[in-house]
Structure formats: C-alpha cells, structure tokens
C-alpha cells in the first residue's frame, strides 16, 4: 500500500519522532503519592501488570478495572499528548461522545447481538435500556448524519480519547486487557474511495500517523494486514508492538516485509506431493476405533497414539448467501465440509473466499439432522449428500509421504459418536476418483458431491511466503496497540446516512475506523522496556524526565536539587525529587522500579566537590561524577542519546 504523501505534515524523521524534545516548560514535583510495594498482585503474571502495580501507577480495583495513581495517569497523558498531536498534524477533530447510549443505537445495527455478552448494559430508573460503550460507530455516525447533506461537507475526520467498556470474559494481564480501558477512537465520512478526500487518503494518512505515534512513544511494533473482523468492511491492518508476551501471533516474511495476523496471513504456493493429490494406496484396511470422551484432536491423538498431523479435520459450515449472485451459485441448501490436517486450523476467511460465498458455522443440531456427526465427521460424510462443496486443504489433500517415500497414514472421525477411523484413503474411501474436477466419478458417471483443493488453513512458521520465492514465514508474539479499518459503507447504509453527490443522487457516505488502546499502550512500553528491578520508560512517555534523589536530605542538598531541577524544567524537562526521610538503599530500590530514565544523585561526599552522580536508568554500571555546573548538559544528553 502508499502512505500518505511524504509533503504532509504527518511525516518526521526518526531522529525527530523519538526524542523527548519539548518547547513547554518542564514540571518539577517532589515524591508525593506513590506507593510502591515489594508484593506484587497475586493475579499477576506479566511484566507490566507486576511492575506497574509494584511501582505504584495503578492500583486494582475490581476484576479488569483499574484505578490510576498519579505516576500511572502523568504516562497516560503524555501517550494521549502524542496521539492528540498526531491526529491533530492529519486534520482529525477532537470531540467527545458519550460513554452511556440508548440500546436503540446498537439495536439498529444488530451490534447488541453481535457483541453479545461482552456489552454492558443497564436500565435506567424509568427502565429504558442503556450501554456503556464498547465503540462508538452507531452515536457518531448518527451525529453527521442530522448535520452533513451533501458532498460539499466532506470528507470530515473526527476522533476523541475516551474510556470504553467491554465485560471481556477473561480480563487479564493488567492494563492489556481492561473491562474498562481508554482508547482513541476516528471516525471519518467520505464522498469516495479514490482521490483527494477519499477514503484510501484518509486511510493512508491515519496509517502514517500511526506509524509516527508509536515511534514517538518508543516501541518496537510492526503493522499487519489483518481481517476486518466483527466490525465488517473491507481492508484492516493492526499495529503490533513486538513482544514475546503479546496475546497475538502474527507471521512475517524476512525478505519481502509482508506481515499479517494469523487469520489473514496468505500462504505461498506449497509443494504438493509429487504423485499429486489424494493419490496413494490405503495403508490399511480402514478400521474403526472406539475413542469415548475425546471430541478433540489431542485428545484423540494421545488415545490412539498417533500425531495430529496424521489426522484429518473437518469443520462443517452452511452456505448464508447474501446477495442474488451467490444464491444462483448455491441453490437451495448447501453445506460446506472444509478438511485440514489435524495439526492444523481451519481458517472462516479462506473458506468464505474459496466458496466464493458467505459462510456460517453450522449448527450442531441441524447438522446432525443432516447427516455431519459434529465432532466426528469425517470428508466420507460428504458421500451422497449432492449439496455439499468439500474443501481440502492442500496438506490434508496428499495422500502420499514424499518425504517418508511412502503412502500417507491418515485418522479421521468415524462419522458416528465416539468413534474414529484409521487406515483412511482419499481414493478408496471417497467412493470416486477426487482428482477429477467437481468429482467426476471415474466411471465417467456424475459425482455426488463437489470437491476442491483450496487454501483454507491459517498459516504457521515455516509456510512458503506468499510474496517471495524461496522465504518461508517467521511467527512473532505482538501486543495490538492498534487498528484501523476501512469500513466502508456498513453503518451509513443501516442507519441511512446518504449524501448527494455532485449529480444529486443520494449515495451511502464511505465510513473507515481507526482505534488506538492508550491504556494498553502504556502496558505495552512496559512490557517492552523493563528489567528484573522494575521499569525503564522511554523518555518520551516517561512520567518524569529526571528523578533527583538526595541521599540525606539537608539545606545543602536541597538547594544544589532546587537549582538543577530549575535549571532542566527551563529545558522542557520533568524532574522529580526524591527528598523522602528514607534509608538510600530504599530510595535507589524505588528509583529502579519507576523507572524514571535519567538519574541524579546528590549526597554529601561528591557536593562538597561541586559534583553529582548521574546514570540512565538502562546503564547496569556505576554512576559518573559530574560537574554540578555541566549536570543539566549531561540529563538532557542522556535522554535525547
Ligand atoms: P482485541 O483483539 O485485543 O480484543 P479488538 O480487536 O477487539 O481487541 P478494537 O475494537 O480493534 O479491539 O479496539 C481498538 C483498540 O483498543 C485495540 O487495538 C486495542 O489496542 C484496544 N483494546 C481493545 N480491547 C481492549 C481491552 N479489553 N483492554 C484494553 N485495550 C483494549
Ligand atoms: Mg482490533
């Protein structure tokens, strides 16, 4: 894809997007309300759930809701201070929209099904139903809609920073994943997709804006293509901060740059077996196992001793057209058998493109009715059932080992409760000759049921790249900090936002999306930056620039504090002094945990020397004696190296 024109406003050299530099005055604070403790919480597992409670930023207050101590809350500005700046520099206004809404606008879109439990929602006292929101599509799409008549008006860009509610299943890890958490969400309205004020150069603008936050506040992260998911519409990517305790997989190729999540990593063209798919003699006669209380494929695998990518697994979907042209495609009743190796997943969007047809899961029920023992279906269940397309993943499709020289062992369901199968063949056990297109039997009678070798599995490490030759996909752990979709025209069409267009004709406004989770991105540069005595924030986003902490208190030390805070706070620097009645050893314990990245010490033995020591919080090694008098100098140079 293009990024946003290399003129705008939006574009900086790196140099210049990570560095602490500021114009505004720096603050000065003395240690007021920041309670640290050695325990950490007992639900905490990762990095910076531990050490952002530890160092006191945060402070639980019930399953998935936290509360902000100051040092917590002075991080989260300055990341919202970022991002207002970014959105601001792309011609993005800020508003505010409210956080409780009526049901009715979520009920309009059908998203208070579609979110289903994850919505909070309430009554108020004269019982009319109300949500706290989750997003905010529906409020600001209805808000231009009563204000914006015609093209003229557009495109128009919006955004606010605002706290969102979604009652996750499992909160976990801290600020990462909150019930309640604050996100920067854009909205923005277009005449048309191409051009000046079409959506693609909003799109491209929010996609370097981004590119810009996240370097400014100091992470690692790459962008990934990504499915559109539940919110719809076209064209997505994801911001993935690179981290090995992030929630996501996400697969790169080395040579080409190509990244994208799991569910819409593409796969380069696989090898297939040499003698050509679902050719080889059985392996045995096929033989049924009883396997009770093993609906899943390691549970299978452990029971009959054999590795899940000798299985075959069949995920049984039903055709949903949705519109003329893909019910012509799929009359009347039409099943989907879509069959990967058993190692494997099998991947909703990949069916979907290559039916060339929405799909739906099936429902257990009805597919039992109808002949798919859900749990043990096997591809012979697709035998004599004339509505029903099979798609084989080309790695469940081989029917010969070309690495083992020999034909393929495969298990696979028994098409009845609690039993599987070994010993399967494709040829033998599929009644007809699968080879032949649309499964003409080899008798040259008409086949009973369709089949295809398609790609429809999600991609692991080591698939051949989709974008160069030779290169074979890495997997990598990420944080998503971020997402921006192209929505196009979902919610304007459903809530009837229509424009006229330089024709007068009334068109549906083109929509795009674009979140940022700022609780989570300041999770995020934990997680990236920290070691085993606490955190080391990027200066950037670091809640102070400077922590000076006096080893003994007095009027000397004081003084020399007061003069060099006052003297970096003219620089733009935040300082923070440690002038606490504490023992040093505690004070240099604390000073580690918060992280504050550049630090001065002031005692008596080095002030009668007119020195100070001073190190980067990241330096292991013992601290340089400085000049009083260069100490400003040498904070300033530590923060911007
Ligand atoms: P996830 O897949 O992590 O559940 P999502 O894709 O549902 O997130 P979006 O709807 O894309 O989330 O929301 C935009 C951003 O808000 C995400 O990129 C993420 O950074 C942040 N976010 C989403 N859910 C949470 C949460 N429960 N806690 C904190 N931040 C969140
Ligand atoms: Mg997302």
């Given amino acids: 894809m293009t990024h946003a024109d290399p003129q705008t406003d939006a574009q900086h050299t790196q140099q210049e997007l990570f560095s602490f530099a500021r114009s505004t005055r720096g603050e000065i604070a003395r240690w007021g309300f920041i309670p640290t403790t050695r325990e950490a919480p007992a639900d905490a597992e990762t990095p910076s759930h531990i050490l952002l409670a530890r160092a006191g930023c945060i402070r639980k ?67 009319r139903r109300q949500f706290l929101g989750p ?72 996609h370097q804006a981004y590119v810009n936050i996240f370097t400014r506040c100091g992470l ?24 090995a305790s992030g929630e996501d997989t996400i697969l790169v190729c080395p040579a080409s740059g190509y990244a994208a999540n799991v569910e819409k990593c593409e796969i380069g063209q696989r090898a297939g077996p040499s003698v ?11 033989e049924e196992v009883h396997t009770p209380d093993c609906p899943g494929i390691e549970d299978v695998a452990k029971l009959m001793k054999v590795k899940p990518e000798n299985m075959l697994k069949s995920v049984v979907f039903k055709v949903a057209a949705r519109d003329e042209d893909e019910a012509k495609k799929y009359p009347g009743d039409w099943w989907v058998v879509a069959c990967v190796r058993g190692d494997h997943d099998v991947n909703e969007g990949k069916v979907r493109d ?56 495969w298990v696979t369901g028994g098409d009845r409760k609690d039993y599987h199968v070994k010993h399967f063949n494709w040829q033998r056990d599929l009644g007809k000759d699968p080879v032949a297109a649309n499964a003409t039997k080899t008798d040259g009678s008409k086949a009973d049921c369709f089949f295809e070798v398609a790609s429809i599995r999600n991609a692991v490490a080591g698939d051949p790249s989709p974008r160069a030759a030779g290169a074979t996909l890495e997997a990598r752990r990420g944080i998503e900090v971020g997402h921006i979709f192209k929505l196009g025209t979902k ?58 902490t006096l080893i003994k208190p007095d009027e000397a030390e004081l003084k020399a504090a007061a003069a060099l805070a006052d003297e970096l706070a003219a620089r733009g620097v935040d300082v923070l002094i440690d002038d606490r009645d504490e023992r040093p050893g505690v004070k240099f314990k604390d000073a580690d945990l918060i992280g504050i990245p550049v630090r001065v010490t002031i005692g008596a033995k080095s002030l009668a020397e007119r020195k100070v020591e001073i190190k980067h919080r990241k330096d292991t090694g013992t601290n340089a004696l400085v000049a009083l008098s260069d100490a400003a100098d040498e904070c300033v140079r530590l923060l911007e190296a």
Wanted: one cysteine or more; hydrophobic letters at 40%.
């Fill in 61 to 127: 207050v019930s399953s998935g809701v936290y509360a902000f101590l100051p040092l917590g809350l002075r991080v989260l500005r300055k990341i919202e201070a970022i991002v207002r700046e970014e959105m601001n520099a792309i011609g993005s206004a800020e508003l505010l929209l409210p956080a409780l809404m009526p049901i009715e606008l979520f009920a309009g879109t059908k998203r208070d099904v579609e979110y289903g439990d994850l919505l909070f929602t309430l009554e108020d006292r004269h019982g």
């Fill in 220 to 243: 690692d992260f790459t962008a990934v293509e990504a499915e559109a998911g539940p919110i719809g519409g076209s064209a997505s990517h994801e911001f993935m901060v690179n981290c």
């Fill in 135 to 206: 997003t905010h599509e529906e409020v600001i799409t209805e808000a231009l809609a009563a204000c914006v008549p015609s093209y003229k008006s557009l495109p128009i860009c919006v955004y606010q920073i605002q706290t969102k509610y979604r009652d996750e299943f499992r909160p976990r890890a801290g600020l990462l994943r909150g019930r309640e958490f604050l996100m920067k969400d854009a909205y923005s309205f277009h005449a048309a997709l191409e051009g000046a004020g079409g959506l693609n150069e909003t799109y491209d603008r929010m």
């Fill in 354 to 409: 290559a039916c060339g047809c929405k799909i739906e899961l099936a429902n257990v029920d009805e597919a039992r009715k109808a002949g798919f023992e859900i749990g043990y279906v096997s591809p012979r269940a697709v035998v004599g059932k004339p509505q029903t397309l099979l798609l084989v993943d080309p790695d469940a499709a081989a029917g010969f080992d070309d690495a083992k020289g020999k034909s393929r062992f």
């Fill in 276 to 286: 050509g798919f679902f050719v080889g003699e059985p392996t045995g006669t096929l």
């Fill in 491 to 548: 919610y304007s069409t459903a809530m009837g936002f229509n424009i006229l267009d330089e024709k007068q004709e009334r068109r549906p406004v083109i929509m795009g999306c674009y979140g940022i989770g700022v609780s989570r991105t300041v999770a995020a540069c934990v997680e990236m930056s920290c070691d085993d005595n606490g955190i080391i924030w990027p200066a950037p986003v670091a809640p102070y620039h400077v922590l000076i």
